[in-house]
């Protein structure tokens, strides 16, 4: 049979308030890192992306952090709503391809 | 465009058939990937496709397991013979680069379950 899984990471926030979901890379090499929402039942959808020339970047209710000191990377939702629902991955340029982190389920209450 | 497409969607069989799992990338996409996604390992890279030619398979998990694409519309991975540690969710997905800046589309994925 199956083997009993992990539990993902969980956020559970208020409808409207902001959410941040952190991620830790391992490549200190990685200069390429992209963040990922996965709806239940459906394959991950690109959010946001940052190179490792920038520290921020903003896009509409998100902004993506990158601390390349201490290998950290943060998602930021403002105004979180039911629709944000889902789980969050990061994935980070890895030896030229793309590799997923463990990913954080973020549950929005209204 | 309609997106990235995989088929079946749900695919239940027996411990030692043969599954073959089926993806039509994006058109104009040169890269195609196969993941597996399990809640013990998360979502693994298995194999990824340049213009059709096999780039990097070292994450693909033993013999059992093939990947194929004939042309550029249309790719498949094989499980021969199946086990139930096979049972997991497997995405194709496509880019236009190899780090999908913009990032890869992802097809809705092929759920597998070995009994």
């Known amino acids: 049979g199956e083997s009993v899984g992990l539990h993902l990471p969980t956020l559970s926030v208020q409808e409207g308030d902001n959410s941040i979901i952190n991620c830790a890379y391992s490549?200190?090499?990685?200069?390429?890192f992209i963040w990922y929402k996965q709806e239940s039942g459906k394959g991950p959808q690109f959010i946001i992306d940052?190179?490792?020339?920038?520290d921020k970047r903003q896009g509409q209710r998100v902004t993506v952090l990158l601390n390349k000191t201490v290998k950290h990377l943060s998602l930021q939702i403002a105004a979180t709503q039911p629709g944000d629902s889902a789980v969050y991955f990061c994935?980070?340029?890895?030896?030229?391809?793309?590799?997923f982190g463990q990913g954080t389920e973020l549950s929005v209450k209204p | 465009d309609a997106g990235v497409i995989q088929s079946p969607r749900h695919e239940v069989t027996e411990m030692g058939q043969e599954v073959t799992l089926r993806c039509k990338p994006i058109?104009?996409?040169?890269?195609l990937f196969w993941y597996r996604q399990t809640m013990m390992r998360g979502l693994e890279l298995l194999i990824y496709?340049?213009?059709?030619?096999?780039?990097?398979d070292s994450g693909m998990p033993e013999d059992r397991f093939s990947a194929k694409m004939p042309n550029a519309s249309f790719s498949t991975l094989k499980i021969q013979p199946s086990e139930p540690r096979d049972s997991a969710v497997y995405f194709c997905?496509?880019?236009?680069?190899?780090?999908?800046?913009?990032?890869?589309?992802f097809g809705s994925g092929t759920r597998l379950t070995v009994v």
């Open positions: 997905a496509s880019s236009l680069t190899a780090l999908g800046e913009v990032g890869y589309t």
């Open positions: 490549n200190s090499a990685s200069d390429y």
């Open positions: 940052i190179r490792s020339n920038m």
């Open positions: 994935a980070e340029n890895k030896e030229g391809k793309l590799i």
């Open positions: 058109s104009g996409h040169d890269y």
């Open positions: 496709f340049n213009n059709n030619v096999p780039i990097d």
